[in-house]
């Protein structure tokens, strides 16, 4: 089945930095990639997400690349403010179910 | 209709003592998955539903756990003889035929067996 792996775990940054994080899959026949952000106590909300036909696309500062060779793809954060502090999860899925990374949790310090 | 929805919130339960859930989906939504959340970790994936039939369950299903759709629109996951390692956030989801049409979790029942 399917195996996703994120990191880094954690990661801290300043205010208008940007944040990269990276996630890798293990089946071929995964075609969507969704990214969601989880604040305390709260459910995960989708933040952005691509399919296997993109190799990228982006939203305001949010941006996701995806390599399907390297079954590889990744989260970009320009310009992060302190609101984006949260834990992000990557996940893969094909015509099923949604398998999800382990998270990383973001500090945006002001 | 204001999304996926799932009762109790919270739910404290001694050892030992059996424990349901339910999740009320997005209404035309056909999918319905279940998933536990440990602090820190990611959603591990435990059943999905396509209507009403149970399409696959996760390993981590075990024995004592069950979930059933039977009208394909509400769900229930059951967990008989809870143990303390069983205290998690349980999520549901709901979307339409495929993970990418429309995938909207619920907030979560959170379980805690003491």
């Known amino acids: 089945g399917e195996n996703v792996e994120q990191h880094p775990s954690t990661l801290s940054v300043q205010e208008g930095d940007s944040a990269v994080i990276k996630c890798t899959y293990s089946?071929?026949?995964?075609?969507?990639f969704p990214w969601y952000k989880q604040e305390l106590g709260k459910r995960p909300q989708l933040i952005i997400d691509i399919r296997s036909n993109v190799g990228e696309k982006k939203d305001q500062r949010i941006a996701v690349t995806l390599n399907k060779t390297a079954k590889h793809f990744s989260l970009h954060i320009t310009e992060t403010q302190p609101e984006d502090s949260a834990v992000y999860f990557c996940a893969a899925s094909g015509f099923q179910k949604l398998v999800f990374g382990t998270g990383t949790r973001l500090l945006v310090s002001p | 209709d204001t999304g996926v929805s799932q009762n109790p919130r919270h739910k404290i339960t001694k050892r030992g003592q059996n424990v349901t859930f339910r999740c009320d989906p997005i209404s035309e939504h056909n999918r319905l998955y279940w998933y536990r959340q440990t602090l820190g970790q990611g959603p591990e994936f435990l059943t999905y539903f396509q209507n009403e039939a149970q399409l696959e369950k996760s390993r981590l299903l075990s024995d004592r756990f069950s979930a059933e759709r039977p009208k394909g629109s509400f769900s229930t996951l059951e967990i008989q003889r809870t143990e303390q390692g069983d205290s998690a956030m349980y999520l549901c989801?709901?979307?339409?035929?495929?993970?990418?049409?429309?995938?909207?979790f619920g907030s979560g029942t959170r379980l805690t067996v003491v």
């Open positions: 089946d071929s026949a995964s075609n969507y």
């Open positions: 989801a709901s979307s339409l035929s495929g993970p990418s049409l429309g995938y909207t």
